[in-house]
């Protein structure tokens, strides 16, 4: 996706000894503004890798009660950029991600300094060669607080294609479900501190 990243923040099944917290506090202050790179994202459907070098990502985080409870926004998402586009066999992916997305927080492991929960709203229409289709659903995975590291990894009916143009014809379905997988590193905007997220 190649899209959708989507998104970004915190995520995954969560471990033995998580917390499951009602309280969430972000630092270093609240709200915080941040902005993320990747360098390892994929969107796969059906046996076909769509890969980028390079995704971007920007958005808000602030404290907030409840679980799952909406942590922060992401908007906007890029994936690939002049010079460095996303690949596939079939040739180079263009997508448009529709933000925001919202990052929610379910589950904290103080030991690590973890998160989990998921990104809802993603949206994305993705384009390669003769086809077109769009990528919506939910996304989970983890953030985690020493290395500003939100990594998604959706699980395999969370994302669902839809809309696809006749180009797709063979290749991708409506309702299919592609998974996607991605690194993104997180700093406050501006600075290289990392934002924490913190559950109790």
Known sequence: MSGAAAAAFVMATAPAMALVPTNWVVGPSSPENFTAKSTNVVLSINGIDMTCTYSDAAG?????????????????????????????????????????????????TAATGVSQGYISGVNARVSVATCAFTVTGTAHGT??????????????????????????????????????????????????????IVGS
Do not use: Q, R
């Not at 690939?80 to 529709?98: D, I, M, R, Y």
């Open 60 to 108: 808000s985080l602030h404290s907030a009660t409840g679980n799952p409870a909406a942590v922060g926004t992401i908007n906007p998402v890029h994936f690939g950029k002049t010079g460095e586009p996303c690949t596939s066999f079939l040739g180079t992916v263009n997508t448009v991600a529709n933000t925001p997305w919202t990052l929610n927080v379910t589950n904290y």
């Open 143 to 196: 953030y985690t607080n020493s290395t500003g590291d939100l990594k998604v990894a959706a699980t395999p009916t969370e994302l669902t294609v839809s809309a696809p143009t006749a180009g797709c014809a063979g290749v991708v379905s409506a309702g299919d479900h592609p998974s996607f997988n991605g690194d993104y590193y997180a700093v406050v905007t501006g600075t290289t501190t990392k934002p924490t």
